[in-house]
């Protein structure tokens, strides 16, 4: 499986991704917002882009669906209730359905609510362990709910999808908010060393070179996964007076995402 990250330079801070097989040269194009430089992309590796896959509904991840299909007949795909949001699309797909990419290469789709609640999320089914995460897990951060999501919803997509994948799982967002998010969790989280250690190498990036995350670096400075840490607790109740001295988890994720709202 090849792996091809496109930063697209826009206002949104948009990655699109390209996922080919190496023996077929076909390619799945994830979100190809910048159809022009998918499509460069794709021409420079000689690949054939023969589907597409939206994350969610979204125009920002699903505006460059109609010209990468004019350019290559691509089938579109997205999750199976995602139809009348996403004109064209060829295939609805749900939870453990299997893209196959060439020879070689699959991708397990997971229904992935809280975002949207039609969102899917990608992970590799090969020797390279990757999740491709859309706007459901940013580096250091999660996404917002603001336009279709709900806030339970993506706290049960945390707690019960996303922090059981192997740790050693590559991830590959939407957009790159690394540097915001490490500030968002320094503020609650004044003493996380693995956030002050990073900040200063992404601060100012260049987001095209920018490193790849792993769902082990991400527990340990991605505040929506260290909900039970004594210090982003103590912050919460500061913010939140009324709060029990142990919160649950889900009220913890949800405080968060609030505070994250507003920041």
Not at 68 to 82: K, N
Not at 152 to 180: C, M, R, W
Not at 218 to 236: D, H, M, S, W, Y
């Amino acid at each position: 499986m090849i792996v091809e990250r496109i930063w697209t330079g826009n206002a949104y801070r948009n990655y699109n991704y390209l996922i080919a097989c190496p023996d077929s040269g076909e390619a799945l194009a994830i979100d190809p917002l910048d159809h022009a430089k998918c499509l460069a992309a794709a021409r420079e590796k000689g690949w054939e882009i023969t589907q597409i896959l939206n994350t969610h509904e979204h125009r920002d991840h699903t505006g460059g669906n109609d010209a990468v299909v004019a350019a290559t007949g691509a089938r579109v795909l997205a999750h199976f209730r995602a139809g009348e949001r996403i004109p064209g699309m060829d295939r609805g797909v749900k939870a453990g359905d299997v893209i196959k990419i060439g020879r070689h290469v699959e991708l397990e789709c997971m229904d992935t609510p809280g975002h949207t609640l039609c969102h899917i999320c990608l992970q590799s089914r090969t020797d390279m362990k990757a999740l491709f995460s859309g706007d459901t897990l940013f580096n250091a951060g999660a996404g917002n709910c603001h336009n279709g999501g709900h806030p339970e919803a993506l706290y049960a997509t945390f707690v019960d999808q996303l922090s059981k994948l192997s740790e050693d799982t590559q991830i590959h967002p939407g957009h790159d908010y690394i540097e915001n998010n490490l500030r968002f969790t320094l503020s609650r989280e004044p003493g996380n060393a693995a956030a002050q250690a990073l900040l200063p190498q992404v601060a100012g990036h260049d987001p095209a070179q920018s490193a790849v995350t792993t769902l082990k670096e991400e527990k340990q400075f991605n505040t929506f996964f260290r909900l039970g840490n004594p210090e982003v607790i103590a912050g919460l109740r500061q913010k939140f007076p009324d709060l029990p001295e142990v919160p649950d988890a889900r009220t913890v994720f949800l405080k968060l995402r609030e505070l994250r709202n507003s920041w």
